[in-house]
Structure formats: C-alpha cells, structure tokens
C-alpha cells in the first residue's frame, strides 16, 4: 500500500483547512445574518459561539481523520470497529457529495455576475437587479453553463491531488482573497456616512439580544466552519503525526471570523451610505450589492466598476475554496473504496455532482417537474442536507468522540501521543460531551421552528 498523501507545510494546512471553512457562508451569509439580528451584538455571540461550538467540533473531526489516515466513511468505521457508529461516516460523505451539487449551483451565480461585471451588464436601477437574477436563476442554460464551468474548474485542482492541487491552489487563492477582501474593505470605509455601517457592525446594543439572535448566532458559527460535512475530517487525514490539532483549529477560527467580520465591514458601510437597510436578507449579495455599489460610487464610476468586478471575483474565488473541499470529501471516498485512480474518482464527482446541479438549477423556473410539494428540488437539497443531515452528523459525531471512542485514544490525537501537553483536555472533553450536542440539538430545533 502505498504512503498516504499529506500537506507539505503548517501553511498549506492553514490556508487548505481554512479555504474549506471560508467560503459563502462568511461572505454572503454572515453579512445579512450580521443584518437581520443587530449587527455588533450578533457578532460577539457569534465569536462566543464560535470558541465553544466551532473549535470542539473542528477538533472532534481532526481527530477522526488523523486517527483515521483516510476517507471519512473508512476514518469512522475504524474507530468504530465494526459497530453501527461507522455509519456517521457515509453520512458524511453523501452529505458532502449533496451539498457539492447544489452549492455548484450558486457558485456558478457567482461566475455569471463576475463576468456580467466584467463587460459592464451590471448597470440599471433597482428593479434592474431583481429582475436580472430572477432571470439568471430561472434560465434553462446560462446557469447550468457557470456550473459545469466551476465544476470543471474544480476538477482540475483536485485531480491533481494533495500538494500539487489542493494545497499549491489554497495558496495562492486564500492571499487574493484577502487582498481583494482588505482592497474593497479599504474602498467601502471611504464613503461618505461609512461611520453609520461601522458604529453597526463594532457598537453593540445588548438591548437586542434575545434567543432568536443567540441561536441564530450558534448556526452560523456551525455552518460557516464547513463542520459535519466530510471536508474537515477528509482533510485532517492529509495531515501530519506533528500538526497541533487544537492549535489548527483555533487558527482557522480566527482566520474564518476575521473574514466575516471583513465581509460586514466591505458591505455595511457602503449599504448605508447609500441609505440601504441592513437587515435585506438572503438578496443582499445578488440584488442589493450590485446597486449599492452603482449608487455608493456614482460620482467615480471607473471606480465603482473596479469595486463591484472585484467583489465578485472575490465571491467566486470563496465559492470555489469551498467546492474543493467538499468536491475532495467524494473523491477521496470513490477512490479508496472503489481502488481506482484520483483522476477517475475525481471525474466520477464531477459527472455526478454536474447532472446533480442541473436538476437544481432546473428546478429554480426552467419546469415545473422538478417541484415536490411546491418547494423547488435545490430547496430541497438545501432543506435535506442543512437542516436535516447536517445537525445529525454534528451531534452524533460530538457523541461518538465523547462517549463511544475511548478517552485514551482521544487524549493521544489531542496530544499528539504525548509530544504536546494537552492542559485544555478535559475542558475540550467537557464541551464536546455535554455543550456542543446540547447546543446542535438546540440548532435542529430553531431551524424546524420548534424553539425560538
């Protein structure tokens, strides 16, 4: 057998792990989340959230995928041993694979306003906007091209493998990321009334607290970390006997907050410069943005043009970190228990997350035979894998590490066999038994609308 791939350096685990957790879930979602629940005191229930929910279960995946030196599925079963815990894994992976077709689809959005940005199609009022993305999201053909096109893109980084793809394009795209993120940031901030969109993000008013933000806050900070998805377990299998789990995982929580909080401080003070509210939902990328920035740089058109061109690029290049991290949980599923080549698994992904995600696209207006329900089939991928299979293989995994899996050979993952002095042991036991499933459980609730 030969010798299993791993990353070459601590940065190619940083920026590869962290490229899997940034992703739309901090530059779209986190801003009108951010929006809709208060701003600033949203934020620091977020980052609260994030040390006590995040980090454990970050942690809790490493540990499965070092432990296990493959796939999720197999990294499960073998500390399982046989027993119907196993089955956690391959939840994982068909969790991941389904997320893949259907995210494909809305980072092949992201594509098709980037290139719209480029050759100067996004230029109208406001209803302009909301009719130019009913349009692209209803159209037989455009979005289906943009989702093969990011697929294809995809594919070409991960047949590459490990090192030679995975980790050489997580370093270079993570950097441009945060150029870009920093250069729009620096752009925004210089409006005229910016000071109103940062006084939202940075002065909290505690008067807004309540349990709908608290536990809106708690399933941010579990999705935007890419947890029970596969991608984290998948890529601690890459990592070596010497990288310091906890002290990954805190790394890549800082870096994914850091984006977040950069995503709001880009958006929030241009949005009310303009005069436009916060609180404008999942739309505010797709239709309130673009019109933002029209308005925001009216007087500096050349400028506004480079802004909103820049923007996109910068939500494709977040789409695309994530795709290769959830495209990657497949492929390194099909390729060990199908004993093929990486090249043939990674393609069976592709072929099959592409007809996953024209169906989904499909589904959104082309024909109305994808519709179960009265809920489009993406709505339903959405549903199914985010509020369902997600928060069962998050809880079920914070159970299986701390009440299944035996404490020893926890403490040795932690510890690196020994090598570090592990001082935050018990208190990550303690979390990941009895906080972490308690606070999923509560997350599964609030989203079926049984607990606000």
Same mark, same amino acid.
């Given at each position: 057998?030969?010798?299993?791939?791993?990353?070459?350096?601590?940065?190619?685990?940083?920026?590869?792990?962290?490229?899997?957790?940034?992703?739309?879930?901090?530059?779209?979602?986190?801003?009108?989340?951010?929006?809709?629940?208060?701003?600033?005191?949203?934020?620091?229930?977020?980052?609260?959230?994030?040390?006590?929910?995040?980090?454990?279960?970050?942690?809790?995946?490493? /540990?499965?995928?070092? $432990? !296990?030196?493959?796939?999720?599925?197999?990294?499960? @079963? +073998? =500390?399982?041993?046989?027993?119907?815990?196993?089955?956690?894994?391959?939840?994982?992976?068909?969790?991941?694979?389904?997320?893949?077709?259907?995210?494909?689809?809305?980072?092949?959005?992201?594509?098709?306003?980037?290139?719209?940005?480029?050759?100067?199609?996004?230029?109208?009022?406001?209803?302009?906007?909301?009719?130019?993305?009913?349009?692209?999201?209803?159209?037989?053909?455009?979005?289906?091209?943009?989702?093969?096109?990011?697929?294809?893109?995809?594919? /070409?980084?991960?047949? $590459? !493998?490990?090192?030679?793809?995975?980790?050489?394009? @997580? +370093? =270079?795209?993570?950097?441009?990321?945060?150029?870009?993120?920093?250069?729009?940031?620096?752009?925004?901030?210089?409006?005229?009334?910016?000071?109103?969109?940062?006084?939202?993000?940075?002065?909290?008013?505690?008067?807004?607290?309540?349990?709908?933000?608290?536990?809106?806050?708690?399933?941010?900070?579990?999705?935007?970390?890419?947890?029970?998805?596969?991608?984290?377990?998948?890529?601690?299998?890459?990592?070596?006997?010497?990288?310091?789990?906890?002290?990954?995982?805190?790394?890549?929580?800082?870096?994914?907050?850091?984006?977040?909080?950069?995503?709001? =401080?880009?958006?929030?003070?241009?949005?009310?410069?303009?005069?436009?509210?916060?609180?404008?939902?999942?739309?505010?990328?797709?239709?309130?943005?673009?019109?933002?920035?029209?308005?925001?740089?009216?007087?500096?058109?050349?400028?506004?043009?480079?802004?909103?061109?820049?923007?996109?690029?910068?939500?494709?290049?977040?789409?695309?970190?994530?795709?290769?991290?959830?495209?990657?949980?497949?492929?390194?599923?099909?390729?060990?228990?199908?004993?093929?080549?990486?090249?043939?698994?990674?393609?069976?992904?592709?072929?099959?997350?592409?007809?996953?995600?024209?169906?989904?696209?499909?589904?959104?207006?082309?024909?109305?035979?994808?519709?179960?329900?009265?809920?489009?089939?993406?709505?339903?991928?959405?549903?199914?894998?985010?509020?369902?299979?997600?928060?069962?293989?998050?809880?079920?995994?914070?159970?299986?590490?701390?009440?299944?899996?035996?404490?020893?050979?926890?403490?040795?993952?932690?510890?690196?066999?020994?090598?570090?002095?592990?001082?935050?042991?018990?208190?990550?036991?303690?979390?990941?038994?009895?906080?972490?499933?308690?606070?999923?459980?509560?997350?599964?609730?609030?989203?079926?609308?049984?607990?606000?």
């Amino acid at each position: 057998m030969s010798e299993r791939a791993n990353f070459g350096s601590k940065l190619g685990v940083i920026l590869a792990t962290a490229g899997s957790a940034v992703g739309l879930g901090n530059v779209w979602r986190f801003p009108y989340m951010a929006g809709e629940n208060g701003g600033a005191v949203f934020i620091l229930i977020y980052i609260i959230c994030v040390v006590m929910l995040g980090i454990p279960c970050m942690v809790s995946e490493f /540990i499965v995928g070092r $432990h !296990g030196q493959s796939n999720t599925a197999r990294a499960f @079963s +073998k =500390l399982a041993g046989g027993s119907p815990w196993a089955l956690i894994g391959y939840m994982g992976v068909l969790t991941g694979f389904l997320i893949t077709g259907y995210y494909a689809v809305v980072s092949g959005w992201c594509l098709q306003y980037m290139w719209a940005s480029l050759i100067g199609h996004l230029q109208g009022d406001p209803e302009y906007y909301k009719t130019y993305f009913t349009e692209l999201s209803t159209d037989p053909i455009k979005p289906i091209f943009w989702t093969v096109i990011i697929l294809l893109i995809t594919y /070409i980084i991960i047949e $590459h !493998g490990v090192r030679d793809g995975i980790e050489r394009a @997580s +370093k =270079l795209l993570m950097p441009t990321l945060f150029l870009l993120l920093l250069v729009i940031v620096v752009a925004a901030c210089m409006l005229p009334g910016a000071e109103k969109g940062i006084e939202f993000l940075f002065k909290p008013d505690f008067g807004k607290i309540s349990g709908d933000v608290f536990l809106s806050a708690l399933g941010q900070s579990f999705y935007s970390l890419s947890i029970a998805m596969g991608c984290l377990c998948t890529y601690a299998s890459y990592f070596s006997k010497y990288t310091n789990l906890t002290k990954s995982a805190t790394q890549i929580a800082v870096i994914d907050c850091l984006v977040a909080i950069l995503a709001g =401080l880009m958006i929030f003070p241009a949005a009310f410069s303009v005069g436009v509210n916060p609180d404008s939902g999942p739309s505010l990328i797709f239709i309130t943005l673009p019109n933002v920035f029209q308005q925001a740089f009216a007087a500096m058109p050349v400028v506004g043009y480079v802004v909103s061109l820049l923007f996109f690029v910068l939500l494709s290049l977040a789409a695309l970190t994530s795709l290769m991290s959830l495209h990657e949980v497949s492929t390194a599923f099909f390729q060990e228990e199908l004993h093929t080549t990486r090249k043939r698994a990674a393609m069976l992904v592709t072929v099959s997350t592409c007809v996953i995600g024209v169906f989904c696209s499909l589904s959104l207006g082309a024909t109305d035979k994808l519709v179960l329900f009265g809920k489009p089939l993406f709505d339903w991928f959405d549903f199914v894998t985010g509020q369902i299979f997600l928060p069962v293989v998050g809880f079920l995994t914070c159970i299986f590490i701390g009440w299944f899996v035996p404490h020893k050979t926890v403490r040795d993952e932690f510890t690196n066999y020994g090598t570090l002095r592990g001082s935050w042991f018990h208190t990550y036991l303690f979390l990941v038994k009895y906080v972490c499933p308690l606070a999923i459980l509560f997350i599964f609730l609030h989203q079926l609308g049984l607990l606000s």
